[in-house]
């Protein structure tokens, strides 16, 4: 019954700008953990950003330090990746996943432990 809906991707040019959002659905938008991943071609898949209702704790790959931005907006059940300054090597398919458990933390999650994935949004960056 979980569901997470991926839009806001496309086609920009380096050091433009994209939103990404991840529509939830099929659970109280109270407890959860929601983290934003990529997968490029050829490459496995890499955690972006996590974000924690419990905690309040976020968390970035070292790569997007300082230009992307992970916020929440419960009222519309809506998980956000503002990403700025974009480079090519951004390229990817996004992904958001989530768990969805009392207390549970972006701490300490890995990627098996997220078991409801989007369908993905392509985000394309030309040099």
């Known amino acids: 019954e979980v569901q997470l809906v991926e839009s806001g991707g496309g086609l920009v040019q380096a050091g433009g700008s994209l939103r990404l959002s991840c529509a939830a659905s099929?659970?109280?938008?109270?407890?959860?953990?929601i983290g934003w991943f990529r997968q490029a071609p050829g490459k496995e898949r890499e955690g972006v950003s996590c974000i924690s209702s419990s905690d309040g704790y976020i968390s970035y790959v070292d790569s997007v330090k300082g230009r992307f931005t992970i916020s929440s907006d419960n009222a519309k059940n809506t998980v956000y990746l503002h990403m700025n300054s974009l480079k090519p090597e951004d390229t990817a398919v996004y992904y958001c996943?989530?768990?969805?458990?009392?207390?549970?933390?972006?701490?300490?999650?890995?990627?098996?432990?997220?078991?409801?994935w989007g369908q993905g949004t392509q985000v394309t960056v030309s040099s």
């Open positions: 099929g659970f109280t938008f109270d407890d959860y953990a």
């Open positions: 996943a989530a768990r969805v458990m009392k207390g549970v933390s972006c701490r300490g999650s890995v990627q098996g432990d997220f078991g409801s």
